[in-house]
């Protein structure tokens, strides 16, 4: 048996929680999602990979400025009827 108290519950932190944390770590390196992985040339992942995505966010970051603009003229055209 352990003498000193402290070094017993360093140890149950350890095998509670520290492992836990190292293996679930590894894992995510593993099999985590391929845009937190990094690639063949070392740099960070990209959250954008190819054309199609990245034209997919132009099309909805244009629709939703269409639809800003339009909801300020149905605002426009609402305050016109209430004066």
Request: overall charge neutral; glycine content about 10%; some cysteine.
């Amino acid at each position: 048996m352990m003498s000193n108290p402290f070094n017993f519950i360093i140890g149950i932190l350890f095998i509670t929680v520290g492992i836990p944390v190292i293996c679930n770590t590894i894992v995510t390196l593993i099999y985590g999602p391929k845009e937190l992985r990094k690639d063949r040339k070392g740099r960070g992942g990209s959250y954008i990979h190819n054309k199609k995505e990245n034209q997919m966010l132009e099309e909805v970051y244009y629709g939703l400025k269409d639809l800003g603009k339009r909801v300020q003229n149905l605002e426009t055209i609402l305050d016109d009827e209430g004066e």
